[in-house]
């Protein structure tokens, strides 16, 4: 059975710090990983899309690198801004068999 | 597109009453998802459908819970009877054609703004 863990729990930094999300998934055998956000009391967005024959995405000050042997994925925010303060939660697709989302890491960005 | 719309955005409801929560997928993606967010449990997966059709309802909890996708365009989640326990943030997501035959898309899952359910 397919866990997704995430570290860590919650992080709070300075605004304009570089920062690392880490997600692990504990079978390599995944279709896709995606990372998304959620500001309280909202909805999911999508953030990134890595497919499995893919290292990493990158959108705008995002990056987000796929190592399936590993199991792990990490989400690279730079040059980190309060906007960003919210919910980081990835999801792993198991070749349609089911979805598994982490727990999630919280994001504090202070000004 | 408006996105994935999903009503009502809240439901107050009385234990043993029946709940159905309604989802319209982004126009042209053929899976949809529905999805329980708590604090306990996060988010986790009902029941999705490819083209209309479930591919998996194992994460649907019990009988009470059904959800049918009558046409592309539309879903529903319905609890009946509701309890308590049932109260959560039921979010849709649907994605684009592609990846495995028979299998979820591969492609990106886009979220509703979810519906706040509260069984009293």
């Known amino acids: 059975k397919q866990e997704v863990t995430q570290i860590p729990a919650a992080l709070s930094v300075p605004e304009g710090e570089n920062l690392v999300l880490n997600c692990s998934f504990t079978?390599?055998?995944?279709?896709?990983l995606q990372w998304f956000r959620q500001d309280p009391g909202k909805g999911l967005t999508s953030l990134l899309l890595?497919?499995?024959?893919?290292r990493e995405q990158t959108s705008g000050r995002l990056n987000a690198s796929l190592d399936k042997s590993s199991g792990r994925s990490t989400l690279y925010i730079a040059a980190s801004q309060p906007g960003d303060s919210a919910t980081y939660l990835c999801?792993?697709?198991?070749?349609?068999?089911?979805?598994?989302f982490g727990p999630g890491t919280r994001l504090s960005v202070l000004p | 597109d408006a996105g994935v719309i999903q009503s009502p955005r809240h439901e107050v409801t009385e234990m043993g009453q029946e709940v159905t929560l309604r989802c319209k997928p982004i126009?042209?993606?053929?899976?949809l998802f529905w999805y329980r967010q708590t604090m306990m449990r996060g988010l986790e997966l009902l029941i999705y459908?490819?083209?209309?059709?479930?591919?998996?309802d194992s994460g649907m909890p019990e009988d009470r819970f059904s959800a049918k996708m009558p046409n592309a365009s539309f879903s529903t989640l319905k609890i009946q009877p509701s309890e308590p326990r049932d109260s959560a943030v039921y979010f849709c997501?649907?994605?684009?054609?592609?990846?495995?035959?028979?299998?979820?898309?591969?492609?990106?899952?886009?979220f509703g703004p979810g519906t706040r359910l509260t069984v009293l």
């Open positions: 890595i497919q499995s024959s893919q």
């Open positions: 997501a649907s994605s684009s054609p592609g990846g495995n035959s028979g299998g979820a898309s591969y492609n990106e899952q886009f």
């Open positions: 459908f490819n083209n209309n059709v479930p591919i998996d």
């Open positions: 999801a792993v697709d198991n070749y349609g068999q089911n979805f598994v």
């Open positions: 079978d390599s055998a995944i279709y896709n």
């Open positions: 126009s042209g993606h053929n899976s």
